[in-house]
């Protein structure tokens, strides 16, 4: 190889480890209670449903980040490694205000990974029995933070829906994956799998 190439390319692969190293936890707010509400007052609520019901629906963020670093997933670089979970007591206020002043009880949890602290996990879902509060949810999760446990909490507390990611399929997929975000993990594919509670699982 010329000098020039090997310059290009050592350039190059420099370039990528800068745009694949996740942000530093110095760039995000660490305390998320301290966020507003979103001023879902101005949002015209009636217009988001839960697609298969059709019943009023919100997104909720509970928490952002992930340690994790799937392939095809960028979390890590526009939320970070460090998975930074509201106070339970901040998210059940908010779950309150929705239910109480928009009428919503059905949430989707919009957060990167919901499912990393087991506790955390449970001690939401518990509040939300607590409360006496009658809402659906939906989440995203990982195969391996959680346990039998944990998933029969959620359950009960009113989640319908988790969506796993998962890194398998065939290595058509998996080259063209790499070469569109190039990582050190060895395989790639983006795909998901959805299991409604107490029904089947589909991929997709
Ligand atoms: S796919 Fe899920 S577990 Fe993987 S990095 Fe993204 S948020 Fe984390």
């Known amino acids: 190889m010329r000098r020039a190439d090997r310059r290009r390319r050592r350039s190059h692969l420099a370039a990528r480890r800068r745009r694949d ?21 101005l949002c015209r609520n009636e217009l988001y449903v839960r697609p298969d ?61 919901f499912t990393q602290d087991a506790a955390w996990v449970r001690r939401l879902c518990a509040a939300i029995l607590d409360a006496g509060l009658q809402i659906s949810w939906a989440c995203n999760a990982r ?6 446990e944990t998933l029969a909490w959620m359950k009960r ?6 969506s796993f990611g998962s890194r398998v399929v065939t290595k058509r997929r998996s080259t063209a994956s790499r070469r569109t975000r190039p990582s050190p993990m060895p395989t790639a594919p983006s795909s998901s799998v959805v299991r409604p509670a107490s029904s089947r699982a589909s991929i997709y």
């Open 21 to 41: 190293r996740p942000q530093s936890l110095a760039c995000f707010t660490r305390d998320l209670d301290v966020l507003p509400f979103p001023t879902r007052h």
């Open 143 to 148: 195969v391996d933070t959680v346990d039998a």
């Open 157 to 162: 507390a009113g989640c319908w829906i988790a």
């Open 53 to 113: 019901t059709g019943a009023p629906q919100t997104t909720l963020v509970t928490n952002r980040g992930c340690p994790h670093r799937c392939t095809y997933c960028l979390a890590s670089q526009v939320a970070g490694l460090a998975n930074r979970y509201r106070s339970v007591e901040n998210v059940l206020a908010e779950i309150r205000e929705c239910v109480e002043r928009y009428r919503i009880t059905s949430f989707l949890f919009r957060s990167d990974l």
